[in-house]
């Protein structure tokens, strides 16, 4: 609810001018969008990005691929456990 989002086939001129002037017209909308914007806001959220980048490149690089393989056996065990949940049922 704190936003308004069009896809992109209907994101034409007509239809975002339409979008706004109903907001425009209507405080109750905008009020609940305002208060729906209050649940997301983080004041130091590009603050928290950059330390969660700069964590990543200050890890040595075979951590991360172990982490990564890590996480691809899991998902390839968690593919193959379904598929042979299919089977039975099947």
């Not at 109750?28 to 983080?42: D, F, G, V």
């Amino acid at each position: 609810g704190a936003a308004k989002m069009f896809e992109q086939s209907s994101a034409m001129p007509e239809n975002i001018s339409h979008t706004i002037l109903e907001l425009l017209e209507s405080e109750k909308e905008r009020m609940s969008i305002q208060q729906s914007l209050t649940k997301w806001y983080s004041p130091n959220a590009a603050g928290q990005i950059a330390d969660h980048i700069l964590a990543a490149i200050a890890e040595p690089t075979s951590k991360r691929v172990l982490e990564n393989q890590k996480k691809a056996n899991d998902d390839l065990s968690r593919q193959r456990s379904r598929i042979k949940s299919e089977e039975i049922h099947a």
